[in-house]
C-alpha cells in the first residue's frame, strides 16, 4: 500500500482515484486515513462487507464492555506507540 502526505494526496486526487492502488494518507508522519478504490460492480459486496463490520464491531463492544469511544482510542492507528 502506497503512503503520501495530504498534501500529495489533495494535489494528486484525480490520479488517486483512477488508480486501483490503496493510498494511506498521513499528517505529520501519522496516518489519518485510506482510500480504497473499488469497482462499481462490487458495490453489493462492499454494503456486505460493511454490514459484517458493523455487526463485528457491535459484538466486541458487548463483548468487552467498553463504550464505541473506548473501542474507537484502541483501535486508533495513528497514535504512536
Do not use: C
Not at 500529495?8 to 505529520?28: G, N
Not at 468487552?64 to 483501535?75: F, I, N, P, V
Request: no cysteine.
Amino acid at each position: 500500500m502506497k503512503s503520501v502526505g495530504i498534501r500529495e494526496f489533495r494535489d494528486k486526487a484525480s490520479q488517486y482515484l483512477a488508480s486501483r492502488e490503496a493510498v494511506a494518507v498521513k499528517r505529520h508522519g501519522k496516518i489519518v486515513g485510506f482510500y480504497i478504490p473499488v469497482e462499481q460492480s462490487e458495490e453489493i459486496e462492499i454494503e456486505q462487507a460493511l454490514q459484517r463490520l458493523n455487526q463485528t464491531v457491535e459484538t466486541a463492544i458487548a463483548e468487552s464492555g467498553m463504550d464505541e469511544a473506548a473501542l474507537a482510542h484502541a483501535l486508533d492507528l495513528s497514535k504512536s506507540e
